[in-house]
């Protein structure tokens, strides 16, 4: 007969063998991201804001210690991606799938973290189409369409009427093009001449002196964020465009924080739409930058944003789950999550899985000497309109 005494001892017992069975298992979180190659400053940036996340909330939630295991996927490698995806879940054992900076390799995911039922959260990745590919992803980031919508809108309504678009020729450029001119020509405006670079080493030297022969009031540019914009710029500048009258306009990639500086001042005056400014006038994100700086020793930009956001999304399905992570109850909980994030209130539409955020319209000035994306204009609780 078990004494009452006796229980308690073994209940008591039972209790520190699970607590330490909890303690001992991480909770491991795999991120697939494009470390080495041209799109380097993106993985860059991701892994800075997932890491301060990190930093400033503690690495254990749940009882269980945060395990980053980050793999590279050495640029717009789909078969790559694929393959370290099915790695991290078959060998680590990941409990949660994050990152994907490109398209293509969030597209190859899809199809596995379906199968093996793996909860996924797509830190930039933003052809509109991707969560649409698997129940078990959701996205924080952004999507094309989303952010390309109110600069088709304000171009239009700021008497802007002939444009050229330039967009990179793969998933995300395709959705902005189609996107701005959906809405551009809807508002009465014209294009007048469309062109697809090459996602891989772009000379965009012949691509800029046709748009400057062909006189447009301005150019629309959708460029992956880090070096193409730098590229895209100095041709910018050096074939005297702006000199030429030819107003730049686009979704906030082409002139985005990590490469401003970099720009320099060929940048000043551009007009573009997105969700996060280094700028944004908040004390929740003067905090964000400044503890983001103070880590990294560089200037946030909106993919770190998305990493920081993503692991907000870990760490609150954790908690909501008790440390056991179940898909279906883990996406459950992700639809219709509100974060406070950096760039404002954002939150994960419970039909799409998509997030749902305010999407500014900015302008590049100079404060205290330094350039910056400057916000003076907002869309409220914008969706993705194609999904
Ligand atoms: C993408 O591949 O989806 C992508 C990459 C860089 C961006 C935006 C989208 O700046």
Same mark, same amino acid.
């Given at each position: ?27 491991k979180v795999g991120a ?74 969030? %597209?190859?995911?899809?199809?596995? #973290?379906? @199968?093996?039922? /793996?909860?996924?959260? =797509?830190?930039? *990745? +933003?052809a509109s189409v991707i ?95 880090g070096e193409q914009g ?17 107003? %730049?306009?686009?979704?906030?990639? #082409?002139? @985005?924080?990590? /490469?401003?500086?970099? =720009?320099?001042? *060929? +940048? ?120």
């Amino acid at each position: 007969m078990v004494t009452l005494a006796r229980a308690a001892v073994l209940v008591a017992a039972l209790a520190a063998a699970a607590a330490g069975a909890d303690a001992e298992e991480p909770l491991k979180v795999g991120a697939v991201l494009e470390v080495s190659g041209p799109f380097a400053s993106i993985a860059r940036q991701i892994e800075n804001g997932m890491r301060l996340y990190l930093m400033r909330n503690g690495e254990t939630v749940s009882g269980r210690k945060v395990e980053l295991i980050v793999k590279d996927a050495t640029g717009a490698q789909p078969e790559i991606a694929k393959r370290l995806v099915q790695e991290l879940i078959t060998r680590d054992k990941v409990d949660f799938i994050v990152g994907f900076g490109l398209t293509p390799n969030a %597209l190859a995911a899809a199809p596995v #973290v379906t @199968e093996a039922k /793996i909860p996924t959260i =797509i830190m930039n *990745a +933003a052809a509109s189409v991707i969560v649409s590919k698997s129940p078990y992803m959701a996205r924080v980031s952004m999507t094309l369409p989303q952010v390309t919508m109110p600069i088709a809108q304000w171009a239009a309504n700021n008497n802007i009427r002939r444009v050229y678009t330039l967009v990179a020729d793969y998933g995300p450029g395709l959705d902005a093009e189609a996107t701005f001119k959906k809405y551009f020509t809807a508002a009465g405006g014209q294009i007048i001449g469309e062109v697809r670079t090459p996602l891989k080493n772009p000379d965009f030297a012949p691509f800029v002196q046709r748009i400057k022969d062909a006189q447009p009031e301005a150019v629309f540019i959708f460029l992956p964020a880090g070096e193409q914009g730098i590229a895209f710029m100095k041709e910018y500048r050096q074939r005297g465009l702006a000199d030429a009258g030819i107003r %730049l306009i686009g979704t906030g990639d #082409v002139v @985005e924080d990590d /490469i401003l500086e970099a =720009i320099g001042d *060929a +940048a000043l005056g551009a007009i573009t739409t997105h969700h996060y400014s280094a700028a944004h006038d908040s004390p929740r994100n003067r905090e964000y930058v400044k503890a983001y700086t103070d880590a990294f020793k560089i200037r946030p930009n909106f993919m770190s944003v998305a990493g920081y956001d993503g692991m907000a999304v870990v760490y609150e399905v954790t908690r909501r789950l008790n440390g056991r992570i179940d898909a279906e109850r883990a996406m459950e909980i992700i639809k219709g999550m509100r974060i406070d994030s950096p760039r404002g209130s954002i939150m994960i539409d419970p039909a799409t899985r998509d997030v749902v955020q305010d999407v500014y319209v900015r302008r590049v000035e100079k404060r205290d000497g330094a350039l910056y994306n400057i916000e003076f204009d907002r869309i409220s609780n914008v969706k993705d309109p194609e999904h």
